[in-house]
Nanobody, 125 residues
Framework: QVQLVESGGGLVQAGGSLNLSCVAS????????MGWFRQAPGKEREFVTV????????KYADSVKGRCTISSENAKNTVFLRMTSVQVEDTAVYYC??????????????????WGLGTQVTVSS
């Protein structure tokens, strides 16, 4: 079973930057994608971004385009999320996800096979 562990959450000042990390272990598939979802208080979980581990292709939700970057360090089985100019609306629990396959078109909850427990990000004004 693949395990995903997020880190980097906490309190961030509005206008500042956010940096999250996710370490994967026990990977048992050759082709896969990794990414991030988030769930704000009282709202449904939503797609944020995804990256193809092999090809490096990425996709972002419209709400974070232009201020969000997903990257990976393959040797350490780690994926990163960087978000600049954060707003109060970015407050949410951020979840690291992984799925079998190499396509980045997926953005639904049931299209991913593995989930981290999440890390809380709170943006203060």
């Amino acid at each position: 079973q693949v395990q995903l562990v997020e880190s980097g959450g906490g309190l961030v000042q509005a206008g500042g930057s956010l940096n999250l990390s996710c370490v994967a272990s026990g990977r048992a598939f050759n082709k896969y994608v990794m990414g991030w979802f988030r769930q704000a208080p009282g709202k449904e979980r939503e797609f944020v971004t995804v990256i193809d581990w092999s090809g490096g292709s990425t996709k972002y939700a419209d709400s974070v385009k232009g201020r969000c970057t997903i990257s990976s360090e393959n040797a350490k089985n780690t994926v990163f999320l960087r978000m600049t100019s954060v707003q109060v609306e970015d407050t949410a629990v951020y979840y690291c996800v992984a799925g079998n396959g190499d396509g980045i078109s997926r953005q639904r909850l049931n299209e991913f096979d593995y989930w981290g427990l999440g890390t809380q990000v709170t943006v203060s004004s």
